[in-house]
């Protein structure tokens, strides 16, 4: 038994632990890809434990822990791939793991028959190219075609390579092993593109890793009175847990600044962002002397959903008006959940009273429309205030009250849309705080 493999085991199982830890309150969706990996990882160095054991035991031990090496940086290249949820990159994750399987079994397992070795050599290059192939127009991304090039280079290379007398097996398994974590590298390279340490970190880890599969075989050979600790080789392991542990905390990070300018249901701005939307869209009207409109829109018989049908219909409605109003307005105007059940509407330059009220219209003839929710069809309906910039208000504050009384007016009035009064600002009467709702923007 190799018991030096104990604390490099230790180490990779307090790392695994301490990524779980962090990846249980992680929003990412490849944290548990990753696990996965690392789980991997530690069986790798468990099964290294008894390769020294004489017979069956230590040539299984081999296989497990050359094949487990390898189908950590297959999870981890897959779960760095943007359309794998498709069933291209489910057969592809299947060719890899396959393939790389067979090799390790063929090479280490029993005897090693030149056909056999040969047919496992092709099939590296030939089942990503045929999968590729084969799904065409369905997926054609740069990164598969990345990953083919990358297998059909693997295979040529174990052709020529892999029967060599002597060394020619150690330098194919070597191979194969840089193959993967140099895709890992890649993978990682365009998926994560932005330039964060946690991204950083893990690529140069998973280079240096698949740099170690060139660089130990090479000085072994040119220097091999030089001996390195196996600490030293294992480095590139514990630099991309570190780097992988950063990635989720970075976009832990994103994720808590992104829940705090956006309502978490709908993903509209909130009413911080919408605050803070409207304060630039009044400033850009000033410096150009041109108009800002203000829409409150607030839903009738919300309240009669979330009590006959229960909260969750009540969230899914909430979600199906955030899309029809963004899909109705342009790019450049805002939509924000600023209430329970208050919407607002922001409609930047150029916009005039009459586009305000024509877009306002079209709001409530669509959430007059019956809405199919599952097997159930609701139908409700919602009341508006409209208010201009400057003609209404000179400031943001003053707007949202313009267009909440107005709203309130709408309200009492029988539902036609002439409820939209024009009155000056100097008309409206200021309002008491004990009076205002306690949805008021601001």
């Known amino acids: 038994m190799d018991w030096s493999k104990l604390p490099d085991l230790a180490a990779v199982t307090l ?73 291209s990159s489910f057969w592809m994750l299947c060719a890899l793991l396959g393939t790389n399987t067979l090799y390790f079994a063929i090479i280490l397992v029993g005897p090693t028959p030149y056909w056999a070795l040969t047919s496992a050599a092709v099939l590296f290059g030939a089942l990503p190219a045929g999968i590729a192939l084969i799904y065409l127009r369905e997926d054609n991304h740069p990164q598969r075609w990345t990953l083919v090039t990358l297998y059909c280079a693997l295979s040529i290379f174990l052709l020529v390579f892999q029967n060599r007398p002597g060394n020619g097996q150690t330098l194919a398994l070597n191979a194969v092993l840089f193959t993967v974590y140099f895709g890992c590298c890649l993978h990682f390279m365009y998926a994560y593109r932005q330039t964060t340490a946690g991204a950083f970190v893990t690529i140069a880890g998973f280079l240096g890793w698949a740099g170690v599969f060139v660089i130990a075989p090479a000085l072994g050979t040119v220097l091999p009175d030089v001996h390195l ?38 993903g509209l701005p909130n009413r911080r962002l919408f605050q803070d939307r409207l304060s630039s869209s009044l400033e850009r009207a000033r410096r150009t002397g041109s108009h800002t409109a203000l829409l409150l829109v607030d839903l009738d018989q919300f309240k009669q959903v979330n009590d006959t049908l229960g909260h969750h219909v009540g969230d899914l409605l909430l979600k199906r008006v955030g899309t029809v109003f963004s899909d109705r307005v342009r790019k450049s105007d805002t939509v924000a959940r600023t209430g329970g059940d208050e919407f607002s509407v922001i409609l930047d330059d150029p916009i005039g009273r009459e586009d305000a009220e024509r877009v306002g219209m079209s709001l409530i003839e669509m959430l007059g429309e019956p809405f199919e929710m599952g097997n159930r069809t609701l139908q409700i309906g919602a009341s508006i205030g409209i208010a201009l910039f400057p003609e209404d208000a000179a400031d943001g504050e003053g707007l949202c009250i ?28 200021p309002r008491k705080e004990d009076e205002s709702r306690s949805r008021q923007v601001g």
């Not at 054991?53 to 999870?75: D, E, Y």
């Not at 570190?242 to 994103?254: C, D, K, P, R």
């Not at 267009?403 to 008309?427: I, Q, T, V």
């Open 402 to 429: 313009a267009a909440d009384l107005r709203m309130y007016e709408f309200k009492h009035k029988s539902g036609h849309f002439d409820g939209l009064a024009r009155l000056p600002a100097s008309a409206l009467p």
């Open 15 to 87: 790392l695994a632990i301490a990524f779980a830890a962090v990846a249980r309150r992680s929003q990412a969706p490849v944290s548990a890809l990753w696990l996965t990996g690392w789980v991997m990882i530690a069986l790798h160095f468990a099964a290294f434990i008894f390769v020294p054991a004489a017979g069956r035991l230590g040539t299984i031990a081999a296989f497990f822990g050359m094949a487990a090496l390898a189908w950590a940086a297959i999870l981890f290249m897959w779960a760095s791939v943007p359309y794998r949820k498709k069933t």
């Open 229 to 266: 600790e196996s600490e030293v080789w294992n480095l590139p392991k514990y630099v991309v847990a570190v780097g992988m542990i950063l990635l989720l905390l970075e976009e832990q990070i994103e994720h808590n600044k992104y829940l705090a300018l956006h309502d978490e249901l709908t």
